[in-house]
Every structure is written in structure tokens, then in C-alpha cells.
């Protein structure tokens, strides 16, 4: 299987704090992807750098690399937004856009591309919603505001606005946090549905999730990958004791 | 009289000894200011009371100014009092949302902090001081360069007719602009810092570009306080009267052009009401209540737009 995204060396820094240590991770194409560990450990950090969405911050800085298909992403022939509609985010908040209708927000990446045929923007609407598992509860209200539905529907809004634009990667910081079980089991299944085009990142704390969802889990701790493989093997047999304990809830 | 209630009293307002002072003289100070108000509205109610009866309504369309005959309408101040925000506005606005968008989004740090507090000086600045400046510095450019080349380019428009002699609408015009700029650049620019980070992020995770971001997330957002921001200007504008009178040339009529000298409300006020006597004094001041009318509501509108996005407006130049 080939690897989507592989880092070399990554180091990201938040001024002086040091946030992510010298991490080389693989993350396979086609597969999902959890991400665990403890609350500050890095798992943020780590996949905004996937996709050049840590450098923003001030005082952000990234040293190592990051390859998307081979190519890396922080070389200076990379142009940041080419990266950021190939590797699309959906962030641990919801953040649509308020002044934007549910409408607006989900076709906001393809109006940025030029898209003006309605028919189309129709239709990706209507697509991305349902994968979100938003459609049936928004259809008679897309031109209320994006902030005008429930914090679990926004964070559904935020996943069809980056599903509309259809990136090859998705990174998910604990999309599910906001969500009742029915809607987290509905993004599972959404999970589930993608892989078979996408590739997927999913940063999470809920451990039966991963166990789910997963077809590979890495446990980052204090900055650093303790351990990464597949999701049978990192929570039946891991080959840290750290990672067991975390696992097993028996931490610190 | 020895209340010793003690800690258990505190949760109420004490209402005895020097409290009691306090609380009196402060409300009185508070209560001066809205019979102050009062008072004065209903001074220049009474006052221009002759001239209301007089004109009526007509007042208000009436072109003409003509202290010989005691023929008063306002018309022809109103007008340049309009034209000239108008000017100011549309000069005034761009370039302050392009300062705004600098100072919020693309300046270093180190540059951000400084460079606002200039603009905010700026906004400090007295008016007479910004009108010596546009009667020195500003006026040459507008007579040899600026004026000239717009009669030349805009010269089959009405608004560009006769010759350039830097003392018009237009520069009066120019330098409401200039002094609207530091208020709403200011302003505008905490409505932007305002913007959360994370609707930049959402807007850059789509691919968006830096421009792009900067309108689909920072401005669309702060689009309520931008615009309050803007009334605030406008305020100003209307309000303004030392820098007007000393640039707009100060002539009684209507005239489209541009390039010709005109008169504000503000300015008008202030040029005349020294020799002003009997229905010329009353006529004058219900040109001041016209003006009050028109920056109360201008000021009570931008509050209310601004107010929605932030606490406390800073302190500027309100033009009342
Ligand atoms: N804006 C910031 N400024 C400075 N340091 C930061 C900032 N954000 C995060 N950090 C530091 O970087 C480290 C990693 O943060 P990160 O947000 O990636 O953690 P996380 O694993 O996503 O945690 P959580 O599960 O709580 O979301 C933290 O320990 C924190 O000290
Ligand atoms: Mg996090």
C-alpha cells in the first residue's frame, strides 16, 4: 500500500515551545488514520502541519518535511493553498461562517475555485450534506445561517464544506467531540464511505472509536509517536508498556 | 446614631452619611447633563422660532440666502453639507479599510502597534491644524496638479466646470477625507481584530488565499462594525467646521461643479453668526438645529451598528 502522507523529521514550535518532536509517521492512502494520546500531546499540532495550517498561527514554526505523494509540502516551489485544497481540515471547533446561509458555507471552497453553474453548486450541496448526514435535518433551511443549527450540526456543516471540495486527504481533529451517538455513528459510516477515494486522519479521544474506525492508530505522547500500526495490533498487543497503559486507562 | 450593622449590611447600597453625598452629587452631575441636552435644544427651538414661522417647511428647499431682502433657505448648505461628506466618504472609506485590513491582517508585530497608534494620533489632531495644513500644503497640489488633471480627463461632466483655484467643495472635500480616515481606520481595525482565528482558518483550509480570506472570513465577518465605523466617519464629516471653512470658499449657492466654492451647514454657522442679527440670527440657528438633527441621527445610528460588535467604540473625533 502506498503512503499518502509521510513526515521525515517534523518539528513544529509554538515560539519557544517545542510541540512536536522529531516525528516520521506513514499514513497510508485509502485508510483511516487515528491519532490518540493524551490531552496536549501534540495530535493537533501534528496534522495541521500535514497540511501547512500550523504556520499561520504567530510565532508557528515547522522544520522537517512532510510529503504529500512524494512531493514535499514545505519546499519552496509548494504554494500552501494548492496543499490546503489537496489535504482539506475539519477542525476540533466548528467554525462555518456566520454570515454565510448553510448554503453558502458548504459551496464557499468551490465559489474560491470559480464555480458559478448553479446546477452544480445544487448538487454538491445536496451530496455533501448527505454524506455529512446533515441533508434530511437542514434541507428546508439552507438559506438560514451557517450558525443558525446546533454546535453537532455545525460540525457536520464544517465537514461537507470540506468534503465539497473535494480533497484527496481529509484531516478530522476530534470531529465527533460536539456529537450525540447517533451523528457520530453516522460520521463513522461517512468515514467508512470514504476511504475508498479519500485518505483520512482522525485525531480522537474516544478509544472505541478508533478501535472502530481505524485501519491504523499511532499514540503520540509528550510530543513524540510512541507507536504506530495497525489498530488490532496497537490496542490487543502493543509493543510499549506506555502505549498498554493509556490504552488500558491505567495513565499516570 | 451609631448603625453598626457591620459586614452583613454591605450587599445593600448604604444609604447614610458621606455615601449619601457621594451618591447626590454624582447623580446631580449625571442629571446636569441631560437638562443640558434639554436646555439646549430647546434654546435653539425658541430661538430660531421667527425663522420657522416665517419659512415653514420651505425653509428646507428654499435656495436661496439673501441677508438684503430677509430671505433665508438652507437648501444650498445642506447640499454642501452633503456633497462634501459625500466626497469625503467616498475618498474617505476605501482607504481606510485598506489601512485597516494592513494594520489587521498583513502588518509585522512590531510594526501593528506603532503604526496604530499613529493613526489613532491622527484622529486627535485639531481641526483648525488640518485646515492650515490643506490651505499651505494642500491647495497649491489641488490648483497646479490634481485639479487641472481631473478638468482635463472629467471636464465634460458637470462636476468639473470652471477654473481651479483650490478653494472649493472638492478640497474641502479631500481634507474631510483625510481627517474621516484615522477614525474609521481605527475603528474598523478592532472590528477586524475582533474576527475570531478560526474563521481565518476555516477560510484558508479551503484553499483560500490570503485576499480571499481577508474577504470571505475578516471582512464579511466585521462587515457590522466596518460599517459603524464608517457612520462614525460620517459623523464627523457633517459635523466638521473649522478645516470646511477654511477650504471650501465659502459661497451661498448651488452649484454642481465641483471646482466651485460652496458652503456647509457647519461652516456657514460659523462664518456668519457674528454680525447675524434678528430673522438672519434665528434663520442661522434653525440651520444649527437642522445640523443637530442630522449628526444625532447619524451619531445614534453608528452606535447602535457598532455597539452590536464591540463594547466600548474608542475615543474619536465625533463631529458633534
Ligand atoms: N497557541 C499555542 N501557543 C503556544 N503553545 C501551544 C499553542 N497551542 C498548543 N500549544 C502547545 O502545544 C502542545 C500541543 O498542543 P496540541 O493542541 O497539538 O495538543 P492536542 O494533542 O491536540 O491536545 P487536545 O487533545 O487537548 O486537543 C501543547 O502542549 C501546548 O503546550
Ligand atoms: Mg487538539
Known amino acids: ?252 | 446614631m451609631a448603625k453598626r450593622k457591620g459586614l452583613r449590611s454591605r450587599r445593600r447600597p448604604p444609604r447614610f452619611g458621606g455615601d449619601l453625598v457621594f451618591e447626590y452629587s454624582v447623580m446631580g452631575a449625571a442629571t446636569l447633563t441631560l437638562a443640558l441636552v434639554w436646555l439646549l435644544v430647546v434654546r435653539m427651538v425658541f430661538d430660531s422660532q421667527a425663522s420657522i414661522e416665517r419659512f415653514g417647511f420651505g425653509f428646507l428647499s428654499g435656495g436661496v440666502w439673501d441677508p438684503n431682502r430677509d430671505v433665508y433657505g438652507a437648501l444650498p448648505f445642506i447640499f454642501g453639507t452633503l456633497l462634501t461628506t459625500g466626497i469625503a466618504v467616498l475618498i474617505g472609506v476605501p482607504l481606510s479599510i485598506g489601512i485597516a485590513v494592513y494594520l489587521s491582517e498583513l502588518a509585522p508585530p512590531w510594526l501593528r502597534g506603532p503604526l496604530s497608534s499613529v493613526v489613532e494620533l491622527l484622529a486627535a489632531v485639531p481641526s483648525v491644524i488640518y485646515g492650515l495644513w490643506a490651505m499651505y500644503t494642500l491647495r497649491p497640489v489641488m490648483v497646479n496638479s490634481v485639479e487641472p488633471f481631473l478638468k482635463s480627463l472629467l471636464g465634460w461632466t458637470p462636476l468639473f466646470q470652471g477654473d481651479p483655484v483650490g478653494l472649493d467643495k472638492f478640497t474641502a472635500g479631500i481634507i474631510l477625507a483625510i481627517m474621516i480616515i484615522p477614525t474609521i481606520a481605527s475603528v474598523s481595525k478592532e472590528a477586524m481584530m475582533a474576527v475570531p482565528e478560526s474563521q481565518r482558518e476555516a477560510a484558508l483550509s479551503l484553499g483560500a488565499t490570503r485576499y480571499e480570506t481577508t474577504r470571505m472570513a475578516v471582512l464579511s465577518y466585521a462587515r457590522s462594525g466596518i460599517f459603524g465605523a464608517c457612520i462614525l466617519g460620517l459623523g464627523r464629516a457633517v459635523g466638521e467646521t473649522m478645516a470646511v471653512t477654511m477650504t471650501i470658499g465659502n459661497a451661498n449657492k448651488i452649484s454642481w461643479s465641483l471646482l466651485d466654492p460652496g458652503q456647509t451647514m457647519a461652516s456657514l454657522i460659523a462664518n456668519n453668526w457674528g454680525e447675524a442679527q434678528g430673522l438672519q440670527l434665528s434663520a442661522l440657528i434653525e440651520v444649527g438645529l437642522v445640523l443637530f438633527a442630522v449628526a444625532l441621527a447619524v451619531n445614534i445610528f453608528a452606535r447602535l451598528m457598532v455597539g452590536r460588535f464591540m463594547k466600548n467604540i474608542p475615543a474619536t473625533g465625533g463631529g458633534l
Open chain 1, 1 to 252: 500500500m502506498d503512503d499518502k502522507i509521510v513526515t521525515q523529521g517534523l518539528n513544529a514550535y509554538f515560539g519557544d515551545v517545542h510541540a512536536i518532536k522529531g516525528i516520521d509517521i506513514h499514513i497510508p492512502s485509502n485508510a483511516i488514520t487515528a491519532i490518540i494520546g493524551p490531552s496536549g500531546c501534540g495530535k493537533s499540532t501534528l496534522i495541521r502541519c500535514m497540511n501547512r495550517m500550523h504556520e499561520v498561527m504567530r510565532g508557528a514554526r515547522v522544520t522537517g518535511k512532510v510529503l504529500l505523494d512524494g512531493q514535499d509540502i514545505y519546499s519552496s516551489q509548494m504554494d500552501p493553498v494548492l496543499v490546503r485544497t489537496k489535504v482539506g481540515m475539519v477542525f476540533q471547533k466548528p467554525n462555518p461562517f456566520p454570515t454565510m446561509s448553510i448554503y453558502d458555507n458548504v459551496v464557499a471552497g468551490m465559489r474560491l475555485n470559480g464555480e458559478r453553474n448553479w446546477r452544480k453548486l445544487d448538487a454538491v450541496v445536496e451530496r455533501s450534506l448527505k454524506l455529512a448526514a446533515l441533508w434530511d435535518e437542514v434541507k428546508h433551511q439552507l438559506d438560514a445561517s451557517g450558525v443558525s443549527i446546533s454546535g453537532g450540526q455545525q460540525q457536520r456543516l464544517c465537514i461537507a464544506r470540506a468534503l465539497a471540495v473535494e480533497p484527496e486527504a481529509l484531516l478530522l481533529d476530534e470531529p465527533c467531540s460536539a456529537l450525540d451517538p447517533i451523528a457520530t455513528a453516522k460520521i463513522e459510516d461517512l468515514l467508512f464511505d470514504l476511504k475508498d477515494k479519500y485518505t483520512i486522519v482522525i485525531v480522537t479521544h474516544n478509544m472505541q472509536q478508533a478501535a472502530r474506525v481505524a485501519d491504523f492508530t499511532a499514540f503520540m505522547y509528550l510530543g513524540e509517536l510512541v507507536e504506530f500500526g495497525v489498530t488490532k495490533k496497537v490496542f490487543e498487543n502493543p509493543d510499549k508498556e506506555l502505549t498498554e497503559k493509556y490504552i488500558t486507562g491505567r495513565f499516570g
